[in-house]
């Protein structure tokens, strides 16, 4: 019974491009038991080795809107004449078996996550200097000067938003990083909100 | 320089006797560096084998009461013509270099610090089961059934102000109780707020 989680925790995590948070989530969930990952839902087609249900929910234009009138949507965009968004219905048949789930999303989304769900856990990665991230973008060989320079320029406008967020997490190391998220979670599990079931007995 | 801590947090833990809290705060303070636990200063007479500034500060009623006209303490009571109290200006100096800093308090205690520095962490620690708590105060062995009885009468009293605690650590298992307090103190480490200078670098 003290082992039973009455309730998951909603986990926002951003940070810039270049940071490292797909390698991080990746550690985290080899390590961590009940955390799940938030699938979005899209109504663009699959690309090659895209999966159904693993990489998005592929879904018409049709369903999507309908999930919009229903209010089913826990922030959704547009770009590029198609739709992208996170499903409140998912993740709250997740969080009420006790599973916690990760959204990985940009500040803008962060913001409207915050606006309907504040309770949920708001992190944010940094690495461990501005000329280490510009590094980590030139190590990766993928893009052009142009870019890099880009993804530098978004990410200092997605630091402005570092206030918004409850805990700011350092990559400074990957198993670092994710001590620090798993620290981050295992506390939120121990606030007295969230161990109401075992107070009962002390009644 | 990101390993410098900023400013050190201050805890105040309470749990009922018999809970083990002593035992767990001994190991807390093996395994974590740069955590002092808060020594009272008490007008009291020091017993055989209590050093002054290990077990208590030992001072005068003249030297307490300047303390107290000086408003230089946290909390403060006088039980059997002695003065107890919690000096804050001792507290705000280790605070002040980055050190964690320990107070092992009851819940009115906890509830004046909660007045005077509400951004203190508040963790209480309970038994697995109220059972457990009846069956570790018999184990002792040190206390006859009606000084038990009280104790868990007391016992029932001080639950009732868990709501006005942030954390709810259960004692189940020495390692698991540390374990879930080394968590709530980095968590709390990594708290935007608690990591502004490290911001500056980004801005």
């Not at 895209?50 to 018409?60: L, R, T």
């Not at 999303?105 to 991230?133: H, M, N």
């Amino acid at each position: 019974m003290l082992k039973q989680k009455e309730r998951g925790q909603l986990i926002v995590l951003s940070g810039p491009s270049g940071v490292g948070k797909s390698t991080v989530i990746a550690e985290l969930f080899s390590q961590r038991e009940n955390i799940h990952f938030s699938v979005s839902y899209t109504t663009r087609k699959p690309r090659v080795g895209e999966q159904d249900g693993v990489n998005y929910n592929f879904v018409s234009r049709e369903e999507f809107e309908g999930m919009i009138a229903r209010d089913e949507l826990l922030e959704y965009a547009e770009y590029v004449d198609n739709y992208y968004g996170t499903s409140l219905k998912a993740i709250e048949e997740q969080l009420s078996r006790g599973v916690d789930v990760l959204l990985d999303i940009e500040v803008q989304g962060a913001a409207k996550v915050r606006s309907r769900c504040p309770d949920a856990l708001f992190i944010f990665i940094i690495p461990p200097s501005f000329e280490e991230l510009s590094r980590r973008l030139h190590g990766r060989n993928t893009d052009s000067e142009e870019v890099i320079a880009g993804r530098l320029e978004k990410a200092k406008i997605e630091f402005r938003e570092i206030p918004n967020y409850d805990y700011l997490v350092i990559n400074d190391k990957v198993s670092h990083a994710v001590a620090e998220i798993e620290a981050i979670l295992t506390a939120a599990e121990c606030r007295v909100e969230n161990r109401t079931s075992i107070l009962t007995q002390f009644a």
